[in-house]
């Protein structure tokens, strides 16, 4: 579904009209579906509050620090994209990802929503500090709301209509393939004018996704933290809300400053199904 909304969106260049807006509620739904699976109430005790502080030290520490680094070498023009990158919690599908490898899901579940409640602060300040004034604090607030607080809410109310998984997962891979359609059609140029700067970006991805998620694997297998304790640590190592960056990119700037997130995203779906076939086969 993904592949087809970046092949289309290129081909016939997205929406004629409203790519914000179809961007924004293509994500708001795909989030409030995505988390309408989500149960608090089995995520608690000691063990779930210290998942929770690692995560936030690999995925709003180490890999924001990672990106930053990595939009260093971009234009100004593109500088936007990758801070809003980095200050982007992790991404919703860490915590299925994280039941395929064999991770506790109660972990990853409240670690996700941890970095959801603070990504309402973490994201403003963040965005402010380094982009500055181009960006005003009123739109940006209202497009979190729009996109983190009221899908949270939403997706209390979709979790009481009982969709079966299968249904659900259906209807989530439909709003991403919407989503994803257009921002690379509203990026259609940006992808086709310059392909040096479309090649820098995927090395810039791959290390951000590959590098540090198997550097990330490498460490914690050293400690010799367990594979089912590793599973999710490598996730937020390497995960974030992609899909959310693109969207705040094209609502606050130009689209050409969701490029960096829309080739990402592609990375990222590489990633996890490198990891559902290679991590079975490491040692626990």
Do not use: N, Q
């Given at each position: 579904m993904m592949a087809s909304g970046l092949v289309l969106g290129l081909i016939l260049g997205g929406f004629p009209s409203g790519t914000k807006?179809?961007?924004?509620?293509?994500?708001?739904l795909l989030m409030a579906f995505s988390?309408?699976?989500v149960n608090l109430g089995e995520a608690r005790g000691p063990a779930h509050v210290k998942h929770a502080a690692w995560a936030l030290v690999l995925n709003y520490g180490i890999l924001s620090l990672l990106i930053l680094a990595l939009g260093l070498a971009f234009s100004k023009e593109l500088w936007p994209g990758w801070v809003l990158m980095a200050a982007a919690p992790s991404a919703v599908s860490i915590v299925p990802f994280t039941k395929?490898?064999?991770?506790?899901?109660?972990?990853a579940l409240f670690s996700t929503a941890t970095n959801y409640i603070l990504a309402l602060v973490l994201m403003p300040l963040m965005t402010l500090l380094l982009i500055g004034s181009s960006v005003r604090l009123n739109d940006l607030v209202y497009s979190l709301i729009i996109l983190i607080a009221l899908p949270m809410l939403g997706s209390r109310l979709i979790s009481r209509l009982r969709i079966s998984k299968s249904t659900n997962t259906i209807i989530i891979n439909v709003f991403f393939a919407l989503l994803i359609f257009a921002v690379a059609g509203a990026n259609r140029d940006a992808f086709t004018g310059d392909f040096g700067i479309v090649l820098?970006?995927?090395?810039?991805?791959?290390?951000?996704?590959?590098?540090i998620g198997l550097g990330?694997?490498?460490?914690?297998?050293?400690?010799?933290?367990?594979?089912?304790?590793?599973?999710?640590?490598?996730?937020?190592?390497?995960?974030k809300n992609l899909g959310l960056t693109?969207?705040?990119?094209?609502?606050?700037?130009?689209?050409?400053?969701?490029?960096?997130?829309?080739?990402?995203?592609?990375?990222?779906?590489?990633?996890?199904?490198?990891?559902?076939?290679?991590?079975?086969?490491?040692?626990?």
């Open positions: 807006e179809v961007s924004m509620a293509s994500l708001a988390l309408s699976g395929v490898l064999g991770g506790s899901t109660t972990k820098a970006i995927c090395g810039a991805g791959a290390v951000r996704t590959f590098g990330t694997e490498r460490v914690l297998r050293k400690l010799r933290v367990p594979k089912g304790e590793r599973a999710s640590y490598v996730l937020f190592s390497s995960y693109a969207t705040l990119a094209i609502a606050l700037f130009d689209p050409v400053v969701a490029v960096p997130a829309t080739i990402c995203i592609v990375l990222e779906v590489v990633w996890v199904i490198f990891l559902i076939r290679y991590y079975p086969t490491l040692p626990d």
